[in-house]
């Protein structure tokens, strides 16, 4: 499947070409059937009526999804995604370690996938392309609620490490991704946001060949102490941590 959003040299990218592939998998679960059955309920046959109901929700979705202002919002937030790690790199109460007077703190997903969800759906509610789109609320949901899933999937494709880091921010580098650890047990029909980035502070020190051996070291450490956190000490360094970003 054709992803929504691009990582390629250091950026991630979305250009309005979204595919229908999550459409039509989103048209079968029961916020997508419910929004389809209110747009054909003025239909007279219904089988004709919720095909073409389809098709007039996925034509204005793409339409909206490849307006030029729109676009641009996009592609802001798009921006603004690794640099939220170093933000929440700062917060309260999240996992770190030193190495060699470099900081390593653990960030997980659901922090910087919830503020980037939340950017994006505000900017989009402005956008005229969005604000009057049929489905209403839940249409737009899913629509923000995929480009979170493809622009997570496209840095986690990236695969960040101490060799090959991904810039978060100016003072921040992202050297590895953990796609697995659960940190809260999310709500009815949240997407769970599993795992987290360990980020290295950069600083006037350079990164060596005996650093990037230390970081490692320290990380597998992380890794293992983490699984002995409980789900009130996971829900915990969650809270603290965004009400400290």
């Known amino acids: 499947m054709k992803a929504w959003v691009r990582y390629r040299r250091g950026r991630a990218w979305y250009t309005g070409g979204i595919t229908r592939a999550p459409f039509v998998a989103w048209l079968a679960m029961p916020e997508g059937r419910a929004t389809l059955e209110e ?64 900081r390593i703190v653990v960030v997980p997903r659901v922090l910087i996938n919830g503020a980037a969800y939340g950017a994006i759906a505000r900017k989009l509610r402005s956008e005229r392309a969005f604000a009057s789109l049929d489905g209403g609320d839940a249409l737009r949901d899913f629509f923000v609620g995929t480009l979170i899933q493809h622009l997570d999937g496209a840095i986690a494709a990236a ?3 101490p060799k090959r880091p991904l810039a978060a921010g100016k003072e921040w580098i992202s050297v590895g991704l953990d796609g697995a650890f659960v940190w809260r047990l999310p709500l009815l029909n949240e997407p769970p946001w599993d795992g987290h980035h360990y980020v290295l502070e950069l600083t006037r020190d350079p990164i060596t060949r005996a ?12 890794e293992a102490s983490l699984p002995s956190l409980s789900r009130i000490e996971r829900n915990e360094i969650l809270r603290r941590a965004l009400r400290g970003a």
Do not use: C, N
């Not at 979705?61 to 802001?76: G, M």
């Open 159 to 161: 695969t960040p490490s």
């Open 211 to 222: 650093v990037r051996k230390a970081v490692v070291a320290a990380v597998g450490r992380i």
């Open 39 to 102: 747009a054909a309920s003025h239909g007279r046959f219904a089988f004709l009526a919720r095909a073409r109901a389809a098709r007039r929700l996925w034509r204005r979705l793409a339409t909206a999804a490849r307006d030029p202002d729109v676009v641009v919002t996009i592609q802001s937030e798009m921006d603004a995604y690794l640099g939220r790690l170093q933000e929440f790199a700062y917060a309260e109460g999240l996992p770190r370690v030193s190495v060699d007077l470099h």
